[in-house]
């Protein structure tokens, strides 16, 4: 079950700027009820502020985000994570899977494995109920990679029935992917 996180940041009055109900009109109601609709967001984004006036230069060239910062809320539509296979689950989510089964093999230190999942993950949403997704951390799981003879990352494999029917080695467009997949659903 995925959420929508919704946050709004709203700056610090400072001491001298005290609010006053009565400076509140009924156009600044109105405009503020016109902007309930909060914009679609994607992930966590750390936003300094600016502040105004003189700022020493110890301040402006550090690059720590002080008192002064914010952490605002960017939340996706879904939060789908293709969940990982391990040694222990290997046999009951892929090789005893009724559907077909996509797996990707990959390690944390990979740069084009990273390049990969934002796909891997589109396809899981894409195929949701039509295939499985999973991904295997060569790793953590080093005697899954050498069963089926994984000797570079990353590494796509279907499987379909328990059976290896299909592999797609390295960062590929996602079209690729696609055209493996449409094989054997």
């Known amino acids: 079950m995925a959420a929508v996180l919704e946050c709004v940041s709203v700056p610090r009055a400072s001491a001298s700027q005290a609010f006053s109900p009565a400076k509140l009109s009924s156009s600044s109601v109105s405009s503020i009820s016109a902007r309930r609709r909060l914009p679609q967001f994607k992930g966590l984004k750390v936003v300094p502020t600016r502040s105004f006036g003189s700022v020493s230069h110890r301040q402006s060239s550090s690059l720590k985000l002080g008192r002064g910062g914010r952490i605002v809320c960017e939340a996706q539509e879904t939060a789908v994570e293709v969940p990982a296979v391990s040694d222990s689950t290997w046999q009951s989510l892929v ?71 299909d592999t797609v080695i390295g960062a590929v467009p996602k079209s690729t992917l696609t055209t493996s997949i449409e094989k054997f659903l």
């Not at 390690?107 to 039509?130: D, F, T």
């Open 95 to 165: 090789l005893e899977s009724e559907l077909p089964v996509l797996v990707e093999f990959w390690a944390p230190w990979c740069g084009p494995c990273r390049m990969i999942h934002p796909v891997i993950n589109e396809l899981s949403k894409q195929y949701a109920g039509k295939l499985k997704c999973y991904k295997v951390n060569t790793d953590e799981s080093p005697s899954i990679a050498t069963r089926y003879g994984i000797r570079s990352i990353p590494t796509v494999i279907i499987f379909r029935n328990g059976d290896k029917k």
